[in-house]
């Protein structure tokens, strides 16, 4: 059974930094895609950052520059370091995981077919 863990949210305040982790287990092989989506109350779930299995990465427009994706295979852990923290990235982050891979684009949270419960990032002005 698949599972996916995060960790490492928090409260911080307007430019620091934070970096969640993802542990995942029960794979039969490696993911094809792996990625972070976020969510506040009332709106739709966003995707953040995705990582291909073969490496390729994407980012939403708003935290490329500030965000970095990515993932220890030995480790079967997914990261996703941020920095220059703004209010705006208050939200939910949940780790995503499919088997299809995402070289292109970061797919819709309806294409993702295993997902974590979420850890909470709170930034304050």
């Known amino acids: 059974q698949v599972q996916l863990v995060e960790s490492g949210g928090g409260s911080v305040q307007s430019g620091g930094s934070l970096r969640l982790s993802c542990a995942a287990s029960?794979?039969?092989?490696?993911?094809?895609?792996m990625a972070w989506f976020r969510q506040v109350p009332g709106m739709a779930r966003e995707g953040v950052a995705s990582?291909?299995?073969?490496?390729?990465?994407n980012y939403k427009d708003s935290v490329k520059g500030r965000f970095t994706i990515s993932q220890d295979n030995a480790k079967n852990t997914l990261y996703l370091q941020m920095i220059s923290l703004k209010p705006d990235d208050t939200a939910m982050y949940y780790c995503?995981?499919?088997?299809?891979?995402?070289?292109?684009?970061?797919?819709?949270?309806?294409?993702?077919?295993?997902w974590g419960q979420g850890t909470q990032v709170t930034v304050s002005s």
């Open positions: 990582i291909d299995s073969a490496g390729p990465t």
């Open positions: 995503a995981a499919r088997s299809l891979g995402c070289r292109y684009f970061i797919p819709e949270a309806r294409n993702l077919e295993h």
């Open positions: 029960g794979f039969a092989r490696v993911s094809g895609c």
